[in-house]
């Protein structure tokens, strides 16, 4: 079975700060990963995924995420975060073969101070 | 870009009432999927379809239905609400087409209230 940890309930970063949100996955053969974003009253919104390829993958509002196959972890990261980022984070993972239905993290809020 | 529009933002229901909770897609896709979201407790699949009238039970179907008569739409029962049930209910697509590369796209949600 296919599982992802999000280890931190919430993540408090200042404005202009780089900011880290941790994702770790549990997946036989190589993963599908996944990171959605949720802003209040709203429905998740894609971020960015990886597949195959390179390690760092770069998304949407200038996010990133680091692949990282031996610690089997899928970090989100931003260079410099701004106070528009406070949301609430989703890490999914799908196992390659397996079905069209995602496994998602428990979610992780981002709160950035001015 | 692709739309996903659940009929209400907000719905308050009394217990033991039939409730329906509507969700259309606009871009053909097959996939479509009901989560209910809790704090602490993440996103929880009610229901997914694959294609019209094919259905699969999530993780926490009890106390729920779906219909899927046509592509386009698909639809949340609750055949008789309780208080448990109140939560946020967020809609689904995706397409097959791309494999498992392809993301969910998600509706902006519905929030039930059982009272």
């Known amino acids: 079975a296919q599982s992802v940890a999000q280890p931190e309930d919430q993540v408090n970063v200042a404005e202009g700060n780089p900011l880290t949100v941790k994702c770790t996955y549990s997946v036989s053969g190589n993963p599908y990963l996944f990171w959605y974003v949720q802003y209040p009253n709203r429905g998740l919104q894609f971020l960015l995924k990886?597949?195959?390829?390179?390690?760092l993958v770069k998304g949407s509002y200038g996010f990133e995420a680091e692949f990282n196959k031996s610690q089997t972890s899928f970090h989100l990261k931003k260079p410099s975060a701004l106070v528009s980022d406070s949301a609430l984070y989703f890490c999914?993972?799908?196992?390659?073969?397996?079905?069209?239905?995602?496994?998602f993290g428990r979610g992780t809020s981002l709160i950035v101070h001015p | 870009d692709v739309k996903v529009t659940q009929s209400s933002r907000y719905l308050v229901k009394r217990t033991g009432e039939k409730v329906f909770l509507e969700c259309v897609q606009d871009m053909d896709h097959e996939n479509m999927f009901w989560y209910r979201q809790d704090p602490g407790l993440g996103l929880r699949l009610i229901y997914f379809?694959?294609?019209?009238?094919?259905?699969e039970k999530g993780d926490i179907p009890e106390g729920y239905s779906v219909s899927r008569e046509k592509k386009e739409r698909f639809s949340l029962i609750l055949e008789s609400a309780s208080t448990n049930q109140t939560s946020m209910y967020l809609c689904?697509?995706?397409?097959?087409?791309?494999?498992?590369?392809?993301?969910?796209?998600f509706g902006n949600g519905t929030r039930l209230t059982v009272t």
């Open positions: 689904a697509s995706s397409s097959p087409d791309r494999g498992l590369n392809s993301p969910l796209h």
């Open positions: 999914a993972v799908r196992r390659p073969g397996g079905s069209y239905i995602p496994t």
């Open positions: 990886y597949i195959t390829g390179d390690n």
């Open positions: 379809s694959y294609d019209v009238k094919m259905k």
